[in-house]
Nanobody, 129 residues
Framework: QVQLAESGGGLVQAGGSLRLSCEASRRTSIQYGIGWFRQAPGKEREFVAAISGSGGEKFYTDSVKGRFTISRDNAKNTVYLQMNSLKPEDTAVYYC??????????????????????WGQGTQVTVSS
């Protein structure tokens, strides 16, 4: 079974930066599409960004465009989420999720949680004002 492990969360002041990592337990799994979601207390899980297995296609929700960058290093079985210009409203638990669909090597998975087959445990990001 594929396992994903997030790291890199923490407490940062508004305007600061963090880089989240999502490491997969199996090399083949990281070659498929990976997405990042977040969930704030009392709110539904929200899509943040996704990347195809090849890294050639990326997809962001509007609220993070220009501030967040998703990337991957398949040699390290790892996907990253670089978060700059953080805002208090970015505070949430951040999850990475993987798709087992072969098409996601070329095409980024989308923004629906049902498109993803396995999930990490999450990492807390807190942005203070």
């Amino acid at each position: 079974q594929v396992q994903l492990a997030e790291s890199g969360g923490g407490l940062v002041q508004a305007g600061g930066s963090l880089r989240l990592s999502c490491e997969a337990s199996r090399r083949t799994s990281i070659q498929y599409g990976i997405g990042w979601f977040r969930q704030a207390p009392g709110k539904e899980r929200e899509f943040v960004a996704a990347i195809s297995g090849s890294g050639g296609e990326k997809f962001y929700t509007d609220s993070v465009k220009g501030r967040f960058t998703i990337s991957r290093d398949n040699a390290k079985n790892t996907v990253y989420l670089q978060m700059n210009s953080l805002k208090p409203e970015d505070t949430a638990v951040y999850y990475c999720a993987g798709s087992s669909s072969g098409s996601t090597y070329i095409y980024s998975p989308g923004n629906r949680p049902t498109e993803y087959d396995y999930w990490g445990q999450g990492t807390q990001v807190t942005v203070s004002s």
